[in-house]
Structure formats: C-alpha cells, structure tokens
Nanobody
Framework: QLQASGGGLVQTGGSLRLSCAAS????????MGWSRQAPGKEREIVVAISAGGVNTYYADSVKGRFTISRDNAKNTMYLQMNSLKPEDTAVYYC???????????????????WGQGTQVTVSS
C-alpha cells in the first residue's frame, strides 16, 4: 500500500515536499516513482529512483528543480519540488514496481502499484 502526502497550494517559485509511505512489502526491493496528471493531460512519470537509490530518472520538465530520494529504513520516498511553476499543477501519484531496467523507470506501464493522489497547485 502506498500513501502519498504533502501536496498543497503554493505560489510560483515556491517549494513543496511530497512523501510516499509504503507498507505491505519489502520497500527496498521496489523501484519507486512519482507520476503526475494535469487536467486534460495524460499521466506521466516525472521522477523515479531505483531500489537501492543509486539510479534516478528525471523528466526534462523537472530536471534541476525536483529531487527524488528514499529512506529504505523508513519505507518512505520523498519528492522535493523547488522553483515550482504553474505548469507543475497536477495530481501527483506515487508508484512502485519491481525488477525493471533503468530504461523502463520512465515508462508509466512499468509500474504495478499505485497510491492515491495528492494535489499540487501552483498559483501564478
């Protein structure tokens, strides 16, 4: 089970930190990711992190602004979002999967476990 939290309303240029708490499995075995879905747009994976935390993926739209991390001892993944823009407004979902290649981390269909979304709204 994945439980996302930390969303909210922030002004352009502001920051938010999302958390995703996992339960019911061996967290350190799973590749984790954050996806987002904006109104009228398809859901996309924006960041992902390998099971051991060594490899990461960032969509071009968030590179240099977002940072993904995980604490396997706490069964929790984080997404630090800085320099937020109105186009970052979306519902953010955490996701998990096991045994995928690094190249597959960016693909939505790679993930089999999903948490509920948390709304992030960036005002201009």
């Amino acid at each position: 089970q994945l439980q996302a939290s930390g969303g909210g309303l922030v002004q352009t240029g502001g920051s938010l930190r999302l958390s995703c708490a996992a339960s019911g499995g061996t967290f350190s075995n799973y590749v984790m990711g954050w996806s987002r879905q904006a109104p009228g747009k398809e859901r996309e994976i924006v960041v992902a992190i390998s099971a051991g935390g060594v490899n990461t993926y960032y969509a071009d739209s968030v590179k240099g602004r977002f940072t993904i991390s995980r604490d396997n001892a706490k069964n929790t993944m984080y997404l630090q979002m800085n320099s937020l823009k109105p186009e970052d407004t979306a519902v953010y979902y955490c996701a998990a999967t096991s045994k995928i290649t690094i190249a597959a981390m960016a693909r939505l269909q790679s993930y089999g476990y999903w948490g509920q979304g948390t709304q992030v709204t960036v005002s201009s």
